[in-house]
Nanobody, 123 residues
Framework: VQLQAFGGGLVQAGGSLRLSCAAS????????MGWFRQAPGKEREFVGG????????DYVDSVKGRFTISRDSAKNTMYLQMNSLKPEDTAVYYC?????????????????WGQGTLVTVSS
């Protein structure tokens, strides 16, 4: 499975960005795609994700109400719409793929990762 994430950039606080993650290769019907982020000096953090077959979506509490995850099954693409961005959202954002649903908030459980895209939110 190959993942390609893009859409990062520089935005002012309160602004919006949309990230995309395109999956290709040998994907399976029952899998989960997640978004993680890693700020300088911090551990990689689960942001949220989507179960591809069931369509159920998870979010970490800090982004609920501001971020929205969606998918386009025909394009094998997952999106992360980020609104009301805050300086603390600044990080490299990664998409990742796993078949493990239990513990899906743990980076160690993901098999494939995109290259990361930098999101910088200025105050």
């Amino acid at each position: 499975v190959q993942l390609q994430a893009f859409g990062g950039g520089l935005v002012q606080a309160g602004g919006s960005l949309r990230l995309s993650c395109a999956a290709s290769g040998r994907t399976f019907y029952s899998y989960y795609m997640g978004w993680f982020r890693q700020a300088p000096g911090k551990e990689r953090e689960f942001v949220g994700g989507i179960s591809w077959s069931a369509g159920s979506i998870d979010y970490v509490d800090s982004v609920k109400g501001r971020f929205t995850i969606s998918r386009d099954s025909a394009k094998n693409t997952m999106y992360l719409q980020m609104n009301s961005l805050k300086p603390e959202d600044t990080a490299v954002y990664y998409c990742a793929w796993t078949t493990i649903l239990s513990g899906r908030d743990l980076a160690v459980n993901y098999d494939f990762w995109g290259q990361g895209t930098l999101v910088t939110v200025s105050s």
